[in-house]
């Protein structure tokens, strides 16, 4: 996801840019860019990568002295992340940074182009810069030539711009966008698009309203329809990046429903599955596919085997990685291979990943990480985009890579002919609701609190589910273990009375999860065997359960998978609360790390 920063002031500028855009790094980002005036004259800078890729190129750029910047760290939608994309964006003699979609980029593009425009990029935003320069041609006043700009942009945004016709100033505006303008007490002006760049920099800042448009310099700052309020910017930098929750963890279980959208944005169509990263060459001659994966993604590798044998019809083999390397695995050439790793760094990962290179397979990487070791070493890669995961249980990567794998097993779908095209175009529509049920699951967030305090002690907890849900009850009984230090166990529900049915007890928790949509008598079935043992049980369904001594009620669905996405929810959820109470570190918890580098 895209982020925005602009200075005015004396101090060095592009450090000042550079700094804003680090903070913003946890949104994640694929090239980032700086525009820096001084004495009237612009200089700009892009990089593809990472921000020390940027830093390189501008090692030797001095900005000393009373100046303005604005810098933009870009995270590609429309067109590949290149230089020529990065932005700022230039006109003749402006340059533009900007978050956002311009829906309507393509007209306007064309009137452009028809008034003789040159585009550099295949970006939506290269047409304000040269919108801009238009207006101005025919007014004096700047400001009124940016507003008539702004005023012919459908779409969100938050734009900033700089020309060299008027030294010294920003236009600023937004729409659907987030940004923020702070000052400091030395009269210096700030801009962000989320508060993590201005705390320790800014003394207040002022929280921009949609359809806000203004522009400011060093003496003033003039903003329609209303001025703005600036209020005292409180708060150290670790609580601004939290974005006001309580641990990373939180915030990124909160933020699903948006890197979800981002996950299909311009690969889920009205009735196609698009994926830039591979093409019909890339799939020809795949008869079967393996998938390898570690922890959380393995078992986003396990529910897409359901997936992909249920709607592609293509038989699909599931290994742990660290057990995949040593036993001397028999490969064939016309199976896929695919790894899944949402730091793209895991050593067990990247080493099933070679030997399936040298065996000649075709690899593909489902990967959170872009430019990581895996998505180097691969032949091809769909990024989840589910932006930097801080908290060590992974939660959004987890989300992000599950809808990727649904994605992808329908692409299968299409190209195998295993599902008539109505039945895609279900698919598809259920899979636009997910970000709308992952943002009503969050309800749940209370009860899941309460329930929290009953959770703290016992000798065990079962998580279990069948189908796909089996896969979602080991990540939930991993999630509960990696934070909450409590032994949890993950089991199909149908597999209980093969044996760890004799542990049931009134101390031992079975977290039961039942959809309505799939196997729900079957799975109630099991339910009741644990319960008549005295198992205490928590049910996630939709229907009330006579039996269970707890219940967090879901919403109805009419799709499994947007019931999985929900429990999903709920799991991580139950699983942060029970650690809070339990006083643990939600985002660091012991003995684990965020990237396992080590075999
Ligand atoms: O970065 P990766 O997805 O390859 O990591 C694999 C596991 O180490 C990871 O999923 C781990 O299980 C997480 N801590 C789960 O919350």
Redo the contacts with the bound molecule.
Sequence with gaps: MCGIVGYIGKREIKSRLIEGLRELEYRGYDSAGIAVMLDGRIESFKAVGKLSNLEEKTKDFATNGSGIGIGHTRWATHGKPTELNAHPHMGEYSYVVHNGIIENYREIKEMLEERGVTFLSQTDTEVIVHLFEIEAECRDDLFEAFKATIDQLDGAYAVLLITQKAPGTIFFARKGSPMIIGRSGSGEIFFASSDAPLIGEADEAAYMEDGTVGFVTSETLYTEPEPLSFVPLQGDKMTAQKGGFRFFMEKEIYEQYEVMSDTMIGRVLDEDIVFEEIDDEFVDGITRIKIC?????YHAALTASYLFERLSKIPVNVEIASEFRYKEPLLTDDTLFIV???????AD?LEALRMAKEAGLKTLAVCNVDNSSIVRMADATILTRAGIEKG???TK?FATQVMVLWMLSLYFAKRRRSMEREAIKDELRFMSYVPKVLQKSLEVHEKCKRLSKRYLHGHGFFFIGRDIFYPLALEGA??LK?ISYLHAEGYPAGEMKHGPIALADAELFTIALMPKTLLYDKTKSNVEELSARDSTILSISPEMFDLADDFILTHPHKHPMLEFFEMMIVEQLLSMEIAVRLGNDVDMPRN?A???TVE
């Design positions: 994966a570690c922890g959380t993604s899944i790793s949402q730091s793209g760094e895991t990962t060590v249980a992974s990567a991993l999630k990696e684990l965020k990237s396992v």
